[in-house]
């Protein structure tokens, strides 16, 4: 799934008791750094580099703080990210790749199911969205396969999706990345004024606001509270 890794630095988060680890260390990349901030799994991790000197290295931390470019230390081989992401953190963690995604050959990662169609999406679809235009904008993106719920333990509620992203030789516009944000931000203002409007309706329902007065208030808190969450967007990110 992960292509070619033959002379590669392959970043792994989230590598656990290193199931995919070994299978990584069985292809021919040159070296696999395994990011893992859980203490419990560190130790199975060292005896695991122990049996492969100079090719495995593990790097204790939280994968959000740590920079994949230069984990392990920085080195002149292309780099490659293959990880099954916790879900929780999937989304931020890509959103930080995108960012310097300069720095990798390719992003081999396992995401919930709903996510990766996002990834993938065309426009005019349901999943269509910011994180679409975001990543496709740098990368060529396909969805590989599906895993069941059941080829985990515990196993999750959801089924997961294996995606692998490939840089594009140059964006599909010029763009800065942040100004990008900013410009998906700008196109999805309206979406976050009709929420936020209809919010302020389904609350102040039982108040039966009736006077033109309320309405023109709601109207500029609806508008104030998406510039706010627009700002936020593409400040965060």
Same mark, same amino acid.
């Given at each position: ?32 750094? &395994? !990011? ?6 560190? &130790?199975?991790?060292?005896?695991? &580099? ?44 890509? %959103? ?13 990662? /396992? ?22 235009? !975001? ?15 059941? &080829? ?48 302020? !309706? ?15 208030? /709601? %109207?500029? /808190? ?6 706010? %969450? /627009?700002?936020?967007?593409? !400040?965060?990110?």
């Amino acid at each position: 799934a992960a292509g070619d890794l033959a002379g590669m630095t392959v970043v792994e988060v989230g590598p656990g008791p290193g199931g995919l680890t070994r299978a990584l260390l069985e292809t021919a990349a040159e070296r696999v750094v &395994a !990011i893992e901030r859980d203490p419990r799994c560190i &130790a199975a991790l060292a005896g695991l &580099a122990a049996i492969h000197p100079g090719r495995l290295t593990v790097v204790e931390g939280d994968a959000l703080e740590i920079d994949a470019a230069s984990a392990g230390g920085a080195d002149s081989r292309p780099r490659a990210i293959v990880a099954n992401l916790p879900y929780n953190i999937a989304t931020p963690l890509l %959103l930080g790749w995108l960012r310097q995604i300069d720095a990798f050959a390719s992003l081999t990662l /396992m995401f919930q199911k709903e996510v990766a169609e996002r990834l993938a999406a065309t426009p005019r679809r349901h999943a269509y969205g910011r994180l679409t235009v !975001i990543t496709q904008w740098l990368c060529d993106v396909r969805l590989l396969f599906d895993i069941a719920p059941q &080829a985990f333990v515990p196993p999750p509620k959801v089924t997961s999706t294996v995606v692998r992203l490939v840089p594009r030789e140059t964006p599909l516009a010029a763009a800065e990345f942040a100004v990008k944000m900013l410009l998906v931000a700008l196109e999805y203002l309206p979406l976050f004024f009709v929420f936020y409007l209809a919010n302020s !309706i389904r609350v102040n329902s039982a108040s039966r606001f009736t006077g033109q007065r309320e309405w023109v208030g /709601m %109207l500029i /808190m609806g508008l104030g509270n998406s510039v706010g %969450l /627009m700002a936020t967007v593409a !400040i965060q990110y």
